[in-house]
C-alpha cells in the first residue's frame, strides 16, 4: 500500500494538538491528540511512498517505532487514507490511460469521500468502465442524462429515442445546434461520446441492437412526453420488469421535475405500482390519464432549461449512486421539484398488492419504521425533503458507526 491522506478534505489546525480533516459536517472529522512531529510527518503522507519507506522517513524524524503503523492503520480506520496503486487490476488498466484519469480525477475525489476503504474509489471508477446503460428518451432532460453518465466515465451509454432533433430538444451538455434535423437517438449517441473521458471498450455486436435489450446494467427512462413523465405507462417497463433490469425514471411536467423511483424489479414498487396507487385514492384517474394521453399535442411544453438541467443532474447522481453500489434513494420514491420554490420532496411510491410486479410479496427486511405502511396522499400531507433525508442519514451513520478512540465527527 502507498498510503495517502484523502486529498479531497482540506486540512487544518483547530489547536496545537487537534488537526481538522474537511470543511463540511458531512464529511469532517477531527483527529487528536497529535503532536508537532506527527503533525508534519501527514505532509508524507501523498501516495508516493510504501510503508517501509514512510518507516524510514518516521526513524529520521526521531519518531518512536510503530508509531508510522500505529498513525496509518488510525487515519484508515476513520475513513481518511487512501491507496495510490490500490483498486485492482482494473484500477490499474484506467491508470495505463493517463488522458483519461486525469478528466476523472475531480469523480474520483468525491467518490473517495464516501468509500472508507483505501483503493475503493479507485475500483469503482475503474469499473464504470465494464457497465452498460440505456437511456430512452433524448429531450432536454434525456440528452444530458446520457452525456453525464458518460463523462463520468460509464463505459457504454446507449440512446434509444425516434424522430428527428428539434430547436427545443437543445440544451447545454445535450443535443447541440448544429445537430437540429438529424436522428435524435444518433446525436444523443454523438453527445454522449464526446463527454466521455476515453472511448468505451470494444464489445461484439449483439445485445445492444436489441430493441429491449439483456445486460444493461440500468436504464434510464426520460421520456419527452410530458403526459409520460407524469403517469408512466406500466405496459412500457413491462419488458425491463421481466428481464429484472433495474430501471429509473425522470423528467418534467408542468414546471415540475421528477426523478424516481428507482425500480429494482420485484423489489420496489413499479410504475403498475404507482397507477393503482392513485386508483385506489382516485377513481377517476384512468379517465383523466385517457384524456391526456389522447388530446390535442401541444406545440410547445413547458420544460426550462434550468429546471431540465437540474433534474438530469439528480437522476445522473442517483444512477451513478445506484451503479456504484453506494446509494438507493429514488428507490421505492419520486423526488419532486416544482417552480417557484425549488425544494426537493420525496412522495413514497409503495408495492401495491394488485400489482402484477410482485414487489409487495417481498417486503423491506428489518424492523418497521415510524409511518411504514401508511399511504399518504400524493398531493397533501409531510413528506420527506432533500435536507432532513441527509440529516436522518447522518444521524444513523453517526450513531452506529464504530470510531476508534481520539477521534470524532467535528462540529462545524
Known amino acids: 500500500m502507498h498510503p495517502m491522506v484523502k486529498p479531497a478534505l482540506r486540512r487544518g489546525w483547530r489547536d496545537l494538538n487537534t488537526v481538522q480533516f474537511g470543511m463540511t459536517p458531512a464529511h469532517a472529522l477531527t483527529l487528536g491528540p497529535m503532536d508537532t512531529a506527527t503533525g508534519s510527518f501527514l505532509d508524507l503522507l501523498d501516495g508516493t511512498r510504501g510503508l517501509p519507506l514512510l518507516r524510514e522517513e ?21 475513513g481518511l487514507v487512501d491507496d495510490a496503486r490500490g483498486g485492482g487490476a482494473d484500477a490499474d488498466a ?42 430512452r428518451g433524448a429531450g432536454r432532460v434525456g440528452a444530458v442524462i446520457a452525456s453525464l453518465l458518460a463523462g463520468a466515465g460509464v463505459g457504454e451509454v446507449d440512446v434509444r429515442d425516434g424522430g428527428r432533433v428539434e430547436p427545443d430538444d437543445v440544451a447545454p451538455g445535450g443535443l447541440p445546434a448544429e445537430a437540429i434535423g438529424e436522428r435524435r437517438d444518433e446525436a444523443a449517441r454523438r453527445a454522449a461520446r464526446r463527454s466521455a473521458p476515453d472511448r468505451p471498450p470494444r464489445r461484439t455486436p449483439g445485445p445492444s441492437a436489441d430493441p429491449e435489450p439483456a445486460g444493461f446494467s440500468l436504464v434510464v427512462l426520460a421520456p419527452r412526453d410530458d403526459v409520460a413523465v407524469h403517469a408512466p405507462d406500466p405496459a412500457a417497463a413491462q419488458p425491463l420488469l421481466a428481464s429484472g433490469i433495474p430501471h429509473l425514471y425522470a423528467g418534467v411536467v408542468e414546471a415540475t421535475g421528477v426523478v424516481g423511483p428507482l425500480v429494482l424489479p420485484g423489489e420496489t414498487g413499479c410504475a403498475g405500482c404507482l397507477q393503482q396507487e392513485r386508483v385506489d385514492r382516485d377513481p377517476t384517474w384512468p379517465r383523466l390519464v385517457a384524456q391526456w394521453r389522447s388530446g390535442r399535442r401541444r406545440p410547445v411544453r413547458a420544460c426550462d432549461l434550468a429546471l431540465a438541467t437540474t433534474v438530469a443532474g439528480l437522476a445522473a447522481a442517483h444512477a451513478l449512486a445506484f451503479l456504484d453500489g453506494s446509494g438507493q434513494s429514488s428507490a421505492g420514491a419520486r423526488w419532486e421539484v416544482s417552480a417557484p420554490a425549488f425544494q426537493w420532496h420525496a412522495r413514497p411510491v409503495w408495492a401495491h398488492p394488485a400489482c402484477p410486479c410482485g414487489a409487495a410479496d417481498h417486503p423491506p427486511e428489518g424492523p418497521a419504521e415510524e409511518g411504514e405502511g401508511e399511504h399518504p396522499a400524493e398531493d397533501g400531507g409531510a413528506h420527506a425533503t432533500m435536507g432532513e433525508q441527509r440529516h436522518s442519514q447522518e444521524l444513523g451513520r453517526t450513531a452506529h458507526t464504530a470510531r476508534p478512540a481520539g477521534t470524532w465527527r467535528a462540529h462545524v
Open 94 to 135: 484506467l491508470r495505463a490511460r493517463p488522458g483519461a484519469l486525469d478528466r476523472l480525477r475531480p469523480d474520483l475525489a468525491a467518490l473517495s469521500l464516501v468509500t472508507p476503504g483505501p483503493g475503493e474509489a479507485m475500483g469503482l471508477l475503474a469499473a464504470r468502465r465494464a457497465l452498460r446503460v440505456q437511456v
Open 58 to 78: 518516521g526513524r529520521r524524524m526521531d519518531l518512536p517505532d510503530g508509531h508510522v503503523d500505529l498513525l496509518v492503520r488510525r487515519l484508515t480506520r476513520a
